[in-house]
């Protein structure tokens, strides 16, 4: 099957996991010996699986459901990412509880934090959902290699030649190893289903105490409808050479079993048989739909 090997002009590999061009090589190899904190908390995802929500969800947790300031801050400034440090940030001299968001697998990740230190709440999507959000995103974003046509974006999934690799490499990695780790997982599913308990999970998973109210209050503006406003969440003041806002919008549809109004029975089938080859050994469940 044709995948096309992606173009060294958006990606570059290092230990067999593509990145962005805009890290480097220097910063990625640098992350085994970075210090964790105890404090620090780490939102972990394959690309689009709900990373922003989560970090939306969380900078609201923290701050008690106010914005205290930080809704004028762009969510990079609040929660950076750690392998992107595109603003070249001190992150050791960053205020605590210091949050990041990562999408690097399990064997790229600090030591320390293999070492139980530190926070992760690692978030899944079903891939179906994943892929269909990636292939639009890539029209957008002029940062990621657009595939010609949602055929060739599958397959490059499929053969993990797309940013952050294999999905069930991912997956399998961090739920492999989740003993190393102080994790919560959770899924985009279960989220969407039930965005109030997600909220409360998180609190608990972070001994945050918050009120009624402060929960109803995070609850309301995580929802996708008023995140949809929210210039911030959707990136609206990255540059038109990164992010092209006429081809789309960041916070595109927001469901479950979006994979449905895109794939033909054909290319669902196809993605089955190369998910049942590869799913086995994974210890998860997948909701395809809601
Ligand atoms: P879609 O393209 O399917 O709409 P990430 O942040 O990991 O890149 O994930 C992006 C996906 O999460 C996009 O999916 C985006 O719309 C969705 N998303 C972001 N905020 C959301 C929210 N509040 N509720 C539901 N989905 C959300």
């Known amino acids: 099957r044709l995948t096309m090997e992606p173009s060294k002009e958006f990606m570059f590999k290092y230990k067999g996991f593509y990145f962005g061009v805009n890290t480097s090589v220097e910063h990625v190899a640098s992350l085994e010996n970075f210090e964790i904190k105890d404090s620090d908390i780490f ?43 595109i603003k070249n940030k001190d992150f050791a001299s960053l205020p605590l509880p210091r949050v990041f968001a990562t999408h690097l697998p399990y064997y790229l990740l600090p030591r320390d934090l293999r070492n139980k230190r530190g926070r992760i ?15 639009h995103f890539s029209k957008y974003m002029n940062i990621v290699e657009e595939a010609p046509d949602f055929n060739t974006c599958m397959e490059r999934f499929l053969a993990g030649k797309v940013l952050a690799s294999s999905w069930f490499d991912h997956v399998a990695g961090w739920y492999g190893h989740a003993e190393d780790f102080n994790i919560l997982f959770l899924t985009y599913e279960d989220m969407k289903k039930d965005l109030r308990s997600a909220v409360l999970k998180i609190c608990n998973f972070l001994g945050k105490k918050l009120s009624e109210e402060e929960i109803e209050s995070i609850v309301r503006q995580a929802t996708f409808e008023n995140m949809k406003k ?21 916070l595109r549809k927001g469901t479950v079993g979006d994979w449905k109004n895109m794939m033909t029975v054909a290319q669902s089938e196809r993605f089955d048989e190369v998910l049942n080859e590869k799913i086995k050994t994974l210890p998860i469940k997948i909701t395809w739909d809601i």
């Open 121 to 135: 709440i690692y978030i899944t999507r079903n891939p179906k959902d994943v892929v269909v959000s990636y292939y």
């Open 43 to 85: 939102i972990a995802t394959y690309p689009k699986s709900g990373t922003v929500w989560t970090q939306n969800i969380l900078s609201l947790i923290l701050h008690e459901g106010h914005r205290n300031g930080t809704e004028d801050m762009e969510l990079m400034d609040r929660i950076p990412w750690l392998e992107y440090n």
């Open 230 to 250: 929210d210039p911030r969440a959707n990136y609206e003041n990255l540059p038109d050479d990164i992010a092209d806002k006429k081809k789309g919008r960041f």
